[in-house]
C-alpha cells in the first residue's frame, strides 16, 4: 500500500521503520536520543526511575489495534473506564468513541518514534501491572510524583504532552510525552490530504465513514493537542 506514499510521509504514518533506533528495549527516533536519555538521568536525581512502557508502533500495528475495538474484540471505554456497547452505535460513533483513547492508524504519535508512554518503574514492584491509565497518574496513584515532576521539568528537556488536557479530542494522558521539536518537524507535513491518501490505500474498518468524516476527524484529533 505504501509504494505511492513519498519516504517522508511512510515515516510519518508508520509504514517504515528506517529513522528509528533501539533504546532500552524500545525504538526512539534517533533525533531525540540525547534529549530522553537527559530527561531520564534528570529524573533519576529527583528520584524516579523514569521506564518506557511503549514507544513506535507501526501503521499495521495501528490497525490491528484500531480494526479489534471497530469489531467489538476489543473493549473500547468511556472516560470513566466503563465499557461502551458499540453495537448499538453507527460507524462514525464508533470511530469517535475510539479516538479518544486510540488513534487511527496513519495518525498515530506513535509512529513517529518522538512520543513514547512512561512510568516510574520504583514506584511499583516488578509484578505490577501497568494500565496507563488517569488514577495511576493523578493524586494517590503511585506515578503522581512522577506526573507532578514532568509537570514541572518536560520541556526543560525538550519535551511536553500533547494530551495534557482535555479538547474534546483525545481523552487526557499524562503518560504520554513527546519531543517537541522533532515531533512538530514532522507532524507539520502530515496535511488531511496526504491522511486521506494514507487512509484509501489502507482496509482499515470503517474506511467509508472515515474518509466521509475525514475534515472533523482531522481537526478534532490529529491537530487538538495541548501547547508545549
Ligand atoms: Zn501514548
Known sequence: MSDLLSANLQCITGQTDTH?????????????????LSLQTAAKQAGFRLTIASSFRDFNRQQIIWDNKFSGLRPVLDINQRVIDITRLSDFEKCNAIMRYSALPGASRHHLGTDLDVFDSSAVSNDYQLQLTPDEYQHGGPF???SDWLDKNLTKYGFYRPYKLDLGGVAPELWHISHIKQSQLMLKSLTQTDLLRCIEQSHVLGKHEIIANLTQIYSRYVTNVSPP
Not at 23 to 31: E, F, K, N
Request: a negative charge.
Open 20 to 36: 528509528l533506533v533501539d533504546v532500552q528495549q524500545h525504538r526512539l527516533h534517533y533525533a531525540i536520543i540525547d534529549d530522553f
Open 144 to 146: 503522581a510524583p512522577l
